[in-house]
């Protein structure tokens, strides 16, 4: 086992316990671990932009605008979390307009405005979603996330050929991408059959749907960091890079599946 390897399953290990009790406390605990999970990971999804101490005022303000929105979903005040949606897009854009405006010079970027306002919708906005599950739904969401990852990553590591998106993520396989998928849907038909109400075929298309959400997250942070130059979003957790590294597949299976659930009730 490696270095690295060894580093990533002790990490894994520590945090593991911390899952469980914030699933199990829920409520206060579910609030502050999606704050923490929400600050670190939109501070790290900003620093792949602005480096190090490069724009700390916007860094700061998206991310106490992300604990509003959290907070605001936590208390059910809809209207609260559309409203500091508005009020980000709006306040990055009036910044923009006013640097246009009194710039001699066209050096006004609206990419900062951009990137100021998608790191709202990317994490905290997404995360909230949570505050609407059930406690069986939440941990079906995380443990698909984590089985598409886990078996991904081994499927991939014995047995990958073929290549699936070199240009996105080049260690990603074809054979890692069903092994993913087989380990989501064997979590959604494991939970589902034990806690739920819908059919074994309907849980199986459960999994596989949220299997290629988790992928699909996956890679886009991949072309992000691809984008930007940088291997990891972080560094504070050891073997698997920064939280923003470990909850990218999380961020597109929370809202698939409310919209699944939506559509069809699975519990």
Same mark, same amino acid.
């Given at each position: 086992?490696?270095? &690295?390897?060894?580093? /990533?399953?002790? =990490?894994?290990?520590?945090?593991?316990?911390?899952?469980?009790?914030?699933?199990?406390?829920? +409520?206060?605990?579910?609030?502050?671990?999606?704050?923490?999970?929400?600050?670190?990971?939109?501070?790290?999804?900003?620093?792949?932009?602005?480096?190090?101490?490069?724009?700390?005022?916007? $860094?700061?303000?998206?991310?106490?605008?992300?604990? !509003?929105?959290?907070?605001?979903?936590?208390?059910?005040?809809?209207?609260? #979390?559309?409203?500091?949606?508005? %009020?980000? *897009?709006?306040?990055?854009?009036?910044?923009?307009?006013?640097?246009?405006?009194? &710039?001699?010079?066209? +050096?006004?970027? *609206?990419?900062?405005?951009?990137?100021?306002?998608?790191?709202?919708?990317?994490?905290?906005?997404?995360?909230?979603?949570?505050?609407?599950?059930?406690?069986?739904?939440?941990?079906?969401?995380?443990?698909?996330?984590?089985?598409?990852?886990?078996?991904?990553?081994?499927?991939? /590591?014995?047995?990958? $050929?073929?290549?699936?998106?070199? /240009?996105?993520?080049?260690? $990603?396989?074809?054979?890692?991408?069903?092994?993913?998928?087989?380990?989501?849907?064997?979590?959604? @038909? !494991?939970?589902?059959?034990?806690?739920?109400?819908?059919?074994?075929?309907? %849980?199986?298309? %459960?999994?596989?749907?949220?299997?290629?959400? &988790?992928? @699909?997250?996956? *890679?886009?942070?991949?072309?992000?960091?691809?984008?930007?130059? #940088?291997? +990891?979003?972080?560094?504070?957790?050891?073997?698997?890079?920064?939280?923003?590294? /470990?909850?990218?597949?999380? %961020?597109?299976? @929370?809202? =698939?599946?409310? *919209?699944?659930?939506?559509?069809?009730?699975?519990?």
């Amino acid at each position: 086992m490696t270095n &690295s390897h060894r580093q /990533r399953w002790t =990490t894994a290990l520590i945090a593991f316990p911390l899952l469980i009790a914030v699933l199990v406390i829920g +409520d206060w605990a579910l609030l502050a671990g999606l704050l923490a999970t929400s600050v670190v990971g939109q501070y790290e999804f900003y620093s792949m932009f602005w480096p190090r101490h490069e724009k700390m005022t916007l $860094k700061l303000f998206g991310c106490l605008m992300g604990i !509003a929105i959290l907070i605001a979903s936590y208390l059910a005040l809809p209207t609260a #979390v559309i409203g500091l949606i508005a %009020l980000t *897009f709006w306040l990055s854009n009036f910044a923009f307009l006013g640097k246009y405006g009194i &710039s001699m010079r066209d +050096d006004a970027d *609206f990419t900062q405005a951009q990137i100021l306002t998608n790191g709202v919708l990317y994490l905290p906005l997404l995360l909230q979603a949570a505050f609407s599950f059930q406690r069986v739904e939440l941990i079906l969401v995380l443990f698909a996330a984590f089985a598409s990852d886990i078996g991904g990553f081994y499927a991939g /590591r014995f047995f990958g $050929k073929h290549k699936i998106w070199p /240009r996105v993520s080049p260690k $990603k396989t074809v054979e890692g991408s069903i092994g993913g998928m087989i380990g989501c849907c064997i979590i959604t @038909l !494991a939970l589902g059959l034990g806690f739920g109400t819908a059919p074994w075929y309907a %849980l199986i298309l %459960l999994g596989i749907i949220l299997n290629c959400a &988790s992928q @699909l997250g996956d *890679f886009f942070e991949s072309a992000l960091k691809r984008t930007v130059g #940088v291997k +990891d979003s972080g560094a504070i957790l050891p073997g698997h890079g920064g939280v923003l590294d /470990r909850v990218d597949s999380i %961020l597109l299976v @929370l809202p =698939t599946y409310w *919209f699944a659930q939506s559509i069809y009730p699975f519990f």
